[in-house]
């Protein structure tokens, strides 16, 4: 017998339908790439997403066909996630802090059709069209007037010309929940950068589950800055849950230093905001120095890497606001986990309440995780054995788009298909999963592991670190011993031999890195995250001390 409620598609475009019935006045408020403020609402934003569904019928765009951005978080961004996926089109967000050949291959692989950019982009624009065939539009997110008239890109249109006279009616199309939605291609430390791609049904989960309590805790009440790029993971999602809650949201642009990111959190009231650790650093520098408080903000959403000690107390104890500690990847949509306390943690002491806070959290409805060994069996939820934290649930990668790398998933003894994450995890009796490592960047010294995050921690805890990233270095005996390489803050001074004592009694004598390089700067990918293959290759001619 069949259930007989009603039945509807998940669709993209339901969201902005809910958020101008419900939120019309809802504000949405940016921060231009020409450094002014810019206030609308949510009601506009559906509006004019209508009139970009025109443009693109206009441009004589298939369903399914790719639209890319190069753009900062902003309103008009935001206008292309519901215009471009509401249509059926596929909203690919482009990362432009890659190279342009890297771009232009990712561009090539997804076969866009059209590319909306911030007048920031147009000298990458300008490196990268003649080498990208499948676009047939450029349009830049500007008025008409801020148009250079010899840009050498053909056909460039304005955004506001483009869309501007476009009707504000628009049938929003039914069709297919798994359509696919949005797009966005993973750093990838290896190999060929590969997609995730996304459906509206996936979309529209992630958003329900990212807006429930212990996880993101979205309300209308809410002020929401997402510092997280919408060109990473769709900004974690926050677009869409927002739309769904009605939540106030407030983009950064491109000023995505501390001093800037603080003048918004104040001036609109922020309650909630999302990032990765490196921008909450910067934050809490401008704080420091300034000797600054906060006075909206409740809570921040910290993930991408792991969220140092130091910086969950800095924000927990000197500021009041509480870190949601979450962990994710760009191929789970990305939310997986959040860490908040259950009772039994409520009653423990304030320092093993920190303890478990610096875990990455329980899993969210909708996503089931587990550890395995080297052969595929489930190991205990003890909070000590540790394996590949494998995942499944209705918004994590089944394949990547064009079927590249093959099929991901590994099957348990019920053919149910898992996606390895390539991350190292314990996962405790009440569900806390922490991560210990990631394979592809795990230390093994002498048959046992070394979390280079445990090795990390310590050194950021030390106050003339700015920066530290643990690599495995090759050891004729052990195969591989940690080294610490280390960024001092401005003006700060730590020596190699204090730095290793520092470590004294806080980790195992063995798990000590055998030695300290201190440089100007550690490489960083486009979302913050330290790039290991990159340091090691810096580090090629680095001979061990003990080696
Ligand atoms: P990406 O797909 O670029 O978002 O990267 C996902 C990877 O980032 C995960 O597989 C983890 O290795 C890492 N990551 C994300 N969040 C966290 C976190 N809270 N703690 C530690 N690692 C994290």
Redesign the pocket.
Known sequence: MLGQMQSQPLLISSLIVHAERHHASGEIVSRRVEGDIHRTAWGQIALRSRQVAHALDGLGLAFGDRVATLAWNGYRHLELYFGVSGTGRVLHTLNPRLHPEQLAWIVNHAEDSAVCFDMTFLPLVQAVAAKCPTVKHWIALCDADKLPADSGIPGLQSYETWMGDCPTDYPWPEFDENSASSMCY??GTTGNPKAALYSHRSTILHAFSAALPDSLNLSARDSVLPVVPMF??NAWGLPYSAAATGCKLVFPGPAMDGKSIYELLESEKVTMAAGVPTVWQMLLGHLQQNKLRFSTLKRTV??????PPAMIHAFNETYGVTVL???????MS?LGTVCTLKNPQLALSPEEQTKVLLK?GRAVYGVDMKIVDESGKELPWDGKSYGDLLVRGPWIIASYFKGEGGDPLRYDEQGKGWFP???VATIDADGFMQ?TD?SKDVIKSGGEWISS?DVENIAMAHPAVAMAACVGMKHPKWDERPIVVVVKKPGAEVTREELLAFYEGKIAKWQIPDDVVFVDAIPLGA?G?MQKMHLRQQLKDYVLPTA
């Open positions: 993973t750093s990473h993971v910290i993930g991408g890497s792991a969220c500690h979450a962990w994710g990847m760009t191929e990305p990455q994450t390539g991350d991560i990631r995050i979302t995250k």
